[in-house]
């Protein structure tokens, strides 16, 4: 005992103070060498200790390994074919599917999430089709990382590429947690121990996304945020290539032929080559087929200086084939568009609103209206329905993307060619009106819209060869005239005062005349060579744009703009924009005379014209009940 006691007071002999001399410290490897010999002696206390040390060790890791593969079967991890571990694609063979950490055990079924972090710390969560889940049950949670919770809210499906959407949103705690892993969508009793850890794949940021696609006849159309930042400003096409497939082995790459705003344009991928790459026999590529009406590949853009693949959640789709030409169709020819004019615009909670727009533009000429609907959650659906039942064509579209309205648009230009001619493209608080040669018309007309259209537009009669591809009508700001609540007769009864000159223009597009970029500012389009622009004059035809409407109808629409280049609202930048509402700060607070502003002109001439074309009058004070009153 006594000779340990000795090696002990060895090793824990204080350093020598620095007023020693350097004479009396003992060398440096006399103490390395006493140290290893009392730690290499095999004496009985040691021998016992590295024992112990060692069963202790081993059951760690044994607890560890198993608690391991027990978390691996509930949330197995693998990479996904693009986007970096994004979900498991049951589209898929096993061999290509990527398993996706934000899963639950349901019935022995994985439900399988992408989670996307969206502007304002919103989550949008994409479901995969064919999977056990329901928007009648309330029970599902968004699970993070440090346990907290938020509930779910069911939104409604892509309609390209069939997937259910939730979103939730991120809890305050989670906000200062780095990085941030995409959460588990989870049923509130089963959140135990199943928050997403280390190895799980991180949100994807909104920023830096391939969100859609579309397949025209000879190519694909693919919309991607984070390339093309500054407005007017496009990176080369020479840039990029469009991947099919996981972006590494197993994929088909073709050149990108255009790049402008977020719309990429690229060649069809060779489909034999492709479907080889991901199918290995027949027996599997027919069950997949059955599975779907038409096989889907991811499709992403790579970033060739740097071999960058995109994150996306956009799938490629086979073009549809050509409509079946008539005897008078030559095969150079194509069919003609079902509608000669219709009406597209983006919607966000617009269902009090709907009626009267969907009606009045119905009755001077507008055969279909397009709405993309940028989640709404108000009761949006119903109304179409109505709207629908009562004889009224419209499409409404999901399109969940966030300050997208440009590429919505551009989206619009090639779905709509097939459907339409002419598209007008103007809002839901925004009318047509034609104050010269409407304003005596005891009833309207389904014709009248088209004498705001060129007369003659064949090229070949023009002297310069050039046809009217767009009519661009100007616009008159109407504001709140005095009213604090919504008028129930409507907003062309109720707001009767406005700006006196206005700063923006719509426009009707001819789609045949859009340039193959698909470049648009929201009000207008490029045109491709050969067409040109015409304006009309404030008497031949005028926008009623009722912008500055009670202040919580304003308040919710300046919430959610929708441009890819306005900046939101509440942030103190570009301060001069015409997208600022003069009198107007950086705070969602009703400005103080709000009901009295932007009233320079009294303008009822609208307000006259629809009561003569669609007032019932009332009782109440020589009042009319409109036509869109439910």
């Given at each position: 005992?006594?000779?340990?006691?000795?090696?002990?007071?060895?090793?824990?002999?204080?350093?020598?103070?620095?007023?020693?001399?350097?004479?009396?410290?003992?060398?440096?490897?006399?103490?390395?060498?006493?140290?290893?010999?009392?730690?290499?002696?095999?004496?009985?206390?040691?021998?016992?200790?590295?024992?112990?040390?060692?069963?202790?060790?081993?059951?760690?890791?044994?607890?560890?390994?198993?608690?391991?593969?027990?978390?691996?079967?509930?949330?197995?991890?693998?990479?996904?074919?693009?986007?970096?571990?994004?979900?498991?694609?049951?589209?898929?063979?096993?061999?290509?599917?990527?398993?996706?950490?934000?899963?639950?055990?349901?019935?022995?079924?994985?439900?399988?999430?992408?989670?996307?972090?969206?502007?304002?710390?919103?989550?949008?969560?994409?479901?995969?089709?064919?999977?056990?889940?329901?928007?009648?049950?309330?029970?599902?949670?968004?699970?993070?990382?440090?346990?907290?919770?938020?509930?779910?809210?069911?939104?409604?499906?892509?309609?390209?590429?069939?997937?259910?959407?939730?979103?939730?949103?991120?809890?305050?705690?989670?906000?200062?947690?780095?990085?941030?892993?995409?959460?588990?969508?989870?049923?509130?009793?089963?959140?135990?121990?199943?928050?997403?850890?280390?190895?799980?794949?991180?949100?994807?940021?909104?920023?830096?996304?391939v969100y859609e696609s579309f397949s025209t006849e000879n190519d694909?159309?693919?919309?991607?945020?984070?390339?093309?930042?500054?407005?007017?400003?496009?990176?080369?096409?020479?840039?990029?290539?469009?991947?099919?497939?996981?972006?590494?082995?197993?994929?088909?790459?073709?050149?990108?032929?255009?790049?402008?705003?977020?719309?990429?344009?690229?060649?069809?991928?060779?489909?034999?080559?492709?479907?080889?790459?991901?199918?290995?026999?027949?027996?599997?590529?027919?069950?997949?087929?059955?599975?779907?009406?038409?096989?889907?590949?991811?499709?992403?853009?790579?970033?060739?200086?740097?071999?960058?693949?995109?994150?996306?959640?956009?799938?490629?789709?086979?073009?549809?084939?050509?409509?079946?030409?008539?005897?008078?169709?030559?095969?150079?020819?194509?069919?003609?568009?079902?509608?000669?004019?219709?009406?597209?615009?983006?919607?966000?909670?617009?269902?009090?609103?709907?009626?009267?727009?969907?009606?009045?533009?119905?009755?001077?000429?507008?055969?279909?209206?397009?709405?993309?609907?940028?989640?709404?959650?108000?009761?949006?659906?119903?109304?179409?329905?109505?709207?629908?039942?009562?004889?009224?064509?419209?499409?409404?579209?999901?399109?969940?993307?966030?300050?997208?309205?440009?590429?919505?648009?551009?989206?619009?230009?090639?779905?709509?060619?097939?459907?339409?001619?002419?598209?007008?493209?103007?809002?839901?608080?925004?009318?047509?009106?034609?104050?010269?040669?409407?304003?005596?018309?005891?009833?309207?007309?389904?014709?009248?819209?088209?004498?705001?259209?060129?007369?003659?537009?064949?090229?070949?009669?023009?002297?310069?060869?050039?046809?009217?591809?767009?009519?661009?009508?100007?616009?008159?700001?109407?504001?709140?005239?005095?009213?604090?609540?919504?008028?129930?007769?409507?907003?062309?009864?109720?707001?009767?005062?406005?700006?006196?000159?206005?700063?923006?223009?719509?426009?009707?597009?001819?789609?045949?005349?859009?340039?193959?970029?698909?470049?648009?500012?929201?009000?207008?389009?490029?045109?491709?060579?050969?067409?040109?622009?015409?304006?009309?004059?404030?008497?031949?035809?005028?926008?009623?744009?009722?912008?500055?409407?009670?202040?919580?109808?304003?308040?919710?629409?300046?919430?959610?703009?929708?441009?890819?280049?306005?900046?939101?609202?509440?942030?103190?930048?570009?301060?001069?924009?015409?997208?600022?509402?003069?009198?107007?700060?950086?705070?969602?607070?009703?400005?103080?005379?709000?009901?009295?502003?932007?009233?320079?002109?009294?303008d009822e001439r609208l307000k006259m014209l629809t009561q003569r074309?669609?007032?019932?009058?009332?009782?109440?004070?020589?009042?009319?009940?409109?036509?869109?009153?439910?």
């Amino acid at each position: 005992m006594s000779h340990h006691i000795k090696e002990l007071q060895v090793l824990s002999l204080p350093p020598p103070s620095s007023s020693s001399s350097s004479s009396s410290r003992p060398p440096s490897f006399l103490s390395l060498s006493l140290c290893l010999q009392a730690a290499m002696r095999p004496t009985l206390p040691a021998l016992l200790f590295f024992a112990f040390a060692s069963l202790f060790l081993f059951a760690f890791f044994s607890l560890h390994l198993s608690r391991t593969t027990q978390l691996i079967q509930h949330f197995p991890i693998a990479i996904d074919n693009i986007n970096y571990a994004i979900f498991h694609d049951p589209q898929l063979p096993s061999t290509h599917r990527a398993l996706h950490v934000s899963s639950i055990i349901i019935n022995h079924s994985a439900i399988s999430t992408v989670s996307i972090l969206f502007p304002a710390w919103e989550l949008l969560l994409l479901v995969s089709p064919h999977t056990p889940i329901s928007a009648a049950d309330d029970t599902y949670v968004c699970l993070f990382q440090n346990n907290d919770t938020s509930p779910v809210r069911f939104s409604k499906t892509l309609p390209f590429s069939n997937r259910t959407t939730l979103t939730c949103p991120m809890p305050k705690r989670v906000k200062h947690l780095r990085p941030f892993y995409q959460p588990v969508l989870a049923r509130s009793e089963e959140k135990d121990a199943r928050a997403p850890g280390l190895g799980s794949p991180e949100l994807i940021r909104w920023n830096f996304l391939v969100y859609e696609s579309f397949s025209t006849e000879n190519d694909v159309v693919v919309f991607v945020k984070g390339l093309n930042h500054r407005q007017g400003v496009n990176r080369p096409p020479s840039e990029f290539r469009c991947v099919f497939g996981d972006g590494d082995k197993n994929s088909v790459k073709t050149a990108v032929t255009s790049s402008t705003q977020e719309v990429f344009r690229c060649q069809h991928p060779n489909l034999t080559e492709l479907e080889d790459t991901f199918y290995y026999n027949e027996q599997q590529q027919q069950q997949e087929r059955r599975r779907q009406d038409v096989t889907k590949f991811k499709i992403s853009l790579e970033i060739v200086d740097g071999l960058v693949v995109v994150p996306s959640v956009a799938y490629y789709t086979r073009p549809r084939p050509r409509t079946r030409l008539t005897t008078t169709q030559t095969t150079s020819s194509k069919p003609d568009p079902d509608h000669d004019v219709c009406a597209c615009t983006m919607v966000y909670n617009v269902a009090k609103f709907l009626r009267e727009w969907v009606i009045y533009h119905s009755k001077i000429g507008v055969d279909h209206f397009i709405l993309y609907d940028n989640d709404s959650d108000d009761n949006l659906e119903s109304v179409v329905l109505g709207l629908q039942q009562e004889g009224y064509n419209i499409t409404t579209l999901f399109w969940v993307w966030p300050k997208t309205q440009e590429a919505g648009f551009s989206h619009s230009a090639i779905y709509a060619k097939h459907l339409c001619k002419w598209v007008l493209y103007i809002d839901v608080d925004e009318f047509v009106f034609a104050p010269y040669s409407w304003a005596h018309s005891p009833q309207p007309s389904k014709h009248i819209i088209k004498s705001l259209l060129p007369k003659h537009n064949n090229r070949k009669n023009n002297n310069n060869n050039v046809a009217v591809g767009q009519v661009s009508i100007k616009c008159n700001d109407f504001g709140p005239s005095n009213l604090k609540t919504h008028p129930a007769e409507g907003v062309t009864q109720g707001y009767t005062c406005r700006r006196r000159f206005g700063q923006r223009h719509k426009s009707m597009v001819l789609l045949d005349a859009v340039d193959y970029s698909l470049l648009n500012m929201i009000h207008h389009f490029e045109m491709k060579k050969g067409y040109r622009s015409r304006k009309l004059s404030m008497e031949e035809g005028v926008v009623n744009h009722y912008k500055y409407q009670v202040w919580p109808e304003f308040q919710t629409k300046f919430r959610r703009r929708v441009s890819a280049y306005v900046v939101d609202w509440t942030q103190e930048l570009n301060p001069k924009s015409k997208d600022r509402t003069p009198g107007l700060g950086f705070e969602p607070v009703e400005p103080k005379g709000w009901a009295d502003m932007f009233c320079e002109v009294r303008d009822e001439r609208l307000k006259m014209l629809t009561q003569r074309w669609f007032g019932s009058p009332t009782s109440n004070n020589g009042g009319y009940r409109m036509l869109w009153q439910t």
